[in-house]
């Protein structure tokens, strides 16, 4: 039996990165691999994210790393996304903790807030010390955020938040969420960005227990009940829809880059299984169907990966438009969920157990492929783009 | 203190397989091989960090560590990774990998350590490709310095170190007056192996080398990287070993499958005649 070639050398995108871009990739992956993954099947059976290791991943620079200043690394899309790679070759669920810190919460904050606000929180989140979240999705706002309920009314020197959001990543952790609000009764040019402080009156984020999903990741709501900030709290730089949808862009890129690491790792079990699988006398992988499938799965995540490398160079020029980030996300992401459920089915029986991680990825990229814009929204948003016509 | 550390860049360990030998069995081929730094030099620079810091705030140097390596531009890579590590320094004494052996590289050694007078030079005890194990015995010797080999624990002193070295039985523990040339076995990254006056004697490490942190990474393209000719270290760049001949081992056949214990007592007896 000659070596397997591996995926890396199908899609040959080495030569392509930068000396730095290979460091950071190759150094997230050892800390994934010797830190994280002996405790990746345990984790998700336990449902708990594992909140002893974020001073590890901070030192680490994985938090806000693609940010400039405030102890950020400052690397470019390139760096960051493959490092977001590596994570989710580890789970969905890491990722989404260090995408949800950096991108919906620390990014905000670095874009959008005053000098005294980046001064005020970011040193902190970087250094894991503050965890942050994103509240924009509410129990009957997905992806139409624009009908959002939770409000702002001015009060004196503050604001007084109340609503409900759901679906929050990391909010039962969360030292600070950035809470999306509107300022008015009309539509979404009144929304406003707000970061609600832990201990402040009126705020609390109940824990959403028995996600079949991203079970590594602790998933809450945000209740704001009469919660009043003050005018410092107040995100000058964000106004209208655009705000929240500016923190989505960042992070949507980020999980096409992701969610490969996910595929990725599916695929190395895959052809390490069924290179060892004996049935009908041989070993499985000397079969045209599996051949068949194994083929079909290298394919697509060679073609993704190359896709993202050109969008995140594209990134870098300042020149990614919101269809290629669409493009780029809806792809990887379906990619990756279509490798993980074949992976699921040839393993056979041992697929469903956790001993594998093909299950534990399959199950997390459901959730993968709803958040951050459902599939369908993506494709909407391209139809748009693509033919002039808005069909939402 | 400040520490040199030799570092070499191997072929990939994990992928020794994919080594080729080019057809006239003069030399081995490197192109397309994937190449990392030498597993015992990685430690070495481990060893160096500890050695210079307290343990409790890692960041901060208290001495400097200045990293060397042989071989063509690309090769680099391996410096900056150290640099990432926390290395300070680094130097690439330019020349091809097939142009040197221990003793050319232990005479250009000793002439970088006249010029940046290190209190230790602190290396892997051998380089996992050729497993030669003979650079820091001649290095020492050309120095006329106090040497150390094999080093599973190191122990700053006032202007010495404490050595353990693993030997058959037990461990022999050596004080070496400085300036030495020690070299390290790969137990000297576990967590209690190394102490610098600085570090509490209660501290432990993380058991291996340490992890290369992003902001870094970044940080290490501002770093001083440094190129130095060989001949200017080295004038004389002959070699004194001659390889005459590589050819990979042999491929292995495969094994059989006996039914019973009698046939294999059988084979083992009649056609392994090991019995």
């Known amino acids: 039996m000659r070596d397997p070639l591996p995926l890396d050398q199908l899609s040959a995108i080495e030569g392509l990165l930068s000396e730095e871009e290979r460091l950071v990739r190759d150094s997230v992956r050892r800390f994934v691999r010797e830190r994280y993954l002996p405790r990746a099947a345990a984790l998700f059976a336990k449902e708990e994210f594992p909140t002893d290791l974020v001073p590890e991943i901070a030192e680490m620079g994985l938090l806000g790393a693609h940010l400039t200043g405030y102890g950020c690394a400052g690397m470019n899309a390139v760096a960051y996304g493959l490092a977001l790679q590596e994570l989710e070759y580890g789970d969905s669920g890491l990722r989404s903790f260090c995408s949800v810190q950096g991108s919906l919460a620390m990014w905000p904050i670095w874009k959008y807030g005053s000098a005294e606000q980046k001064e005020r929180w970011l040193p902190g989140m970087q250094r894991g010390e503050l965890i942050g979240c994103f509240g924009l999705t509410e129990p009957d706002s997905g992806s139409d955020p624009g009908s959002m309920k939770t409000r702002a009314k001015k009060d004196g020197d503050g604001w007084v938040l109340d609503g409900a959001k759901m679906w929050i990543t990391n909010s039962p952790l969360a030292h600070l969420a950035v809470v999306w609000a509107k300022t008015g009764d009309g539509g979404a040019e009144s929304i406003r960005g707000f970061v609600v402080e832990r201990g402040t009156p009126g705020f609390e984020t109940p824990r959403m227990e028995g996600k079949m999903s991203l079970r590594a990741s602790t998933t809450g709501e945000i209740v704001l009940a009469g919660c009043r900030v003050p005018d410092a709290n107040l995100l000058p730089g964000a106004q209208g829809l655009a705000g929240p949808l500016g923190c989505l862009s960042q992070a949507r890129f980020g999980i096409s880059f992701g969610a490969l690491g996910a595929a990725k790792a599916c695929y190395d079990t895959v052809v390490s299984y069924t290179r060892e699988r004996v049935q009908f006398g041989v070993p499985i992988a000397k079969k045209q169907l599996v051949q068949a499938q194994i083929v079909e799965m290298a394919s697509e995540i060679a073609k993704g990966e190359i896709m993202a490398l050109h969008f995140g160079r594209l990134k870098d020029a300042g020149k990614l438009t919101a269809p290629q980030i669409s493009l780029c996300k809806r792809n990887n992401v379906g990619v990756a969920l279509r490798v993980a459920r074949a992976s699921r089915a040839l393993l056979g029986a041992n697929g469903i157990l956790l001993d594998y991680p093909v299950v534990r990825h399959m199950l997390n990229l459901e959730s993968v492929y709803t958040y951050e814009g459902t599939d369908e929204v993506h494709q909407l948003l391209l139809g748009r783009a693509l033919t002039g016509l808005d069909a939402f | ?275």
């Open chain 2, 1 to 275: 203190m400040k520490i040199l550390v030799p570092l070499k860049r191997v072929a990939d360990p994990d992928n020794a397989n994919k080594i080729k030998i080019a057809p006239d069995g003069a030399k081995i081929d490197t192109t397309g091989l994937e190449w990392k730094p030498n597993p015992f030099d990685e430690y070495a620079v481990e060893a160096a960090l500890r050695l210079t810091e307290n343990g409790a705030t890692p960041k901060v140097r208290g001495g400097e560590v200045v990293v060397v390596t042989f071989g063509p531009k690309e090769a680099d890579t391996t410096l900056r990774q150290m640099l990432a590590t926390g290395a300070d320094r680094a130097v690439r004494v330019d020349t091809t990998d097939d142009a040197l052996d221990g003793s050319l590289v232990a005479r250009a050694l000793k002439a970088l350590v006249e010029r940046e007078k290190p209190d230790l030079v602190l290396m892997g005890k051998q380089a996992v490709d050729g497993d030669s194990n003979q650079v820091g015995q001649i290095l020492a010797e050309l120095l006329g310095w106090p040497m150390a080999t094999f080093a599973a624990t190191l122990q700053e002193e006032a202007g010495a170190l404490l050595v353990g070295r693993e030997v058959d039985g037990g461990v022999i523990t050596l004080r070496v007056k400085l300036p030495a040339v020690v070299t390290v076995d790969l137990r000297i990254v576990a967590p209690t192996s190394v102490y610098s006056l600085a570090t509490a004697r209660t501290h432990k490490y993380a058991d291996g080398v340490r992890f290369s942190a992003l902001p870094a990474i970044m940080a290490a393209k501002k770093k001083p990287l440094i190129e130095v000719p060989l001949a200017e270290l080295s004038p004389d760049t002959s070699l004194r070993i001659a390889y005459s001949k590589f050819e990979p081992p042999p491929v292995r056949k495969a094994g059989v499958k006996v039914p019973d214990v009698a046939v294999l007592v059988d084979k083992l007896v009649n056609e392994a005649k090991v019995l």
